[in-house]
């Protein structure tokens, strides 16, 4: 049981990062990123035995993100915040200006154009790695990459003009 949970330890250690950087594009909110690797490591960890018999752990980790994230999307409770008061806004990393408009870009698409791109050109994955990791047709990857790559184009195209 030991080697069981230093494995686990160290799957957690080593690829809490790259799931959060992963997430940062996808929710284009540093907050909301975090919650979502929160929520994607509680359920690697809770399937860490039955995850024992996959080939790959990490691919298990990464699709669960997208699913995670895309599902968080339909909920409708998602997408209004009740506050109280206005909260303070944090002052914004230090960023190029290029950076920021391509971000805010990404934002705008749908949570699935989102996550294939970001599959695809961010962690270079292949048509056929990005239909497994998401559970989709290539098919319909292509289609949500060119579409989504067109809406990129054109919001950044608008943004640096």
């Known amino acids: 049981m030991r080697r069981d949970e230093g494995a686990l330890h160290d799957f957690v250690e080593s690829r809490r ?4 950087r992963s997430a940062c594009l996808i929710c284009g909110n540093r907050e909301e990123a975090e919650d979502l690797v929160q929520t994607t490591l509680v359920k690697v960890v809770l399937g860490w035995r039955r995850l024992h018999g996959l080939d790959n752990v990490e691919a298990y980790a990464r699709r669960t993100l997208y699913h995670t994230f895309i599902a968080g999307r339909r909920r409708l409770w998602r997408r209004e915040h009740a506050y109280g008061e206005v909260p303070d ?3 914004p990393e230090p960023d190029t200006e290029t950076g920021m408009v391509v971000r805010a870009a ?7 154009q989102r996550a294939v791109l970001v599959l695809r050109y961010w962690e270079d994955l292949s048509v056929e790695a990005t239909a497994a990791a998401l559970g989709m047709r290539e098919n319909t990857v292509k289609s949500h990459t060119v579409r989504g790559l067109a809406a990129l184009r054109a919001e950044v195209g608008r943004e640096l003009v």
């Open 89 to 91: 806004l944090a002052e």
């Open 106 to 112: 990404l934002a705008r698409l749908t949570p699935k």
């Open 17 to 20: 990062l790259a799931l959060f």
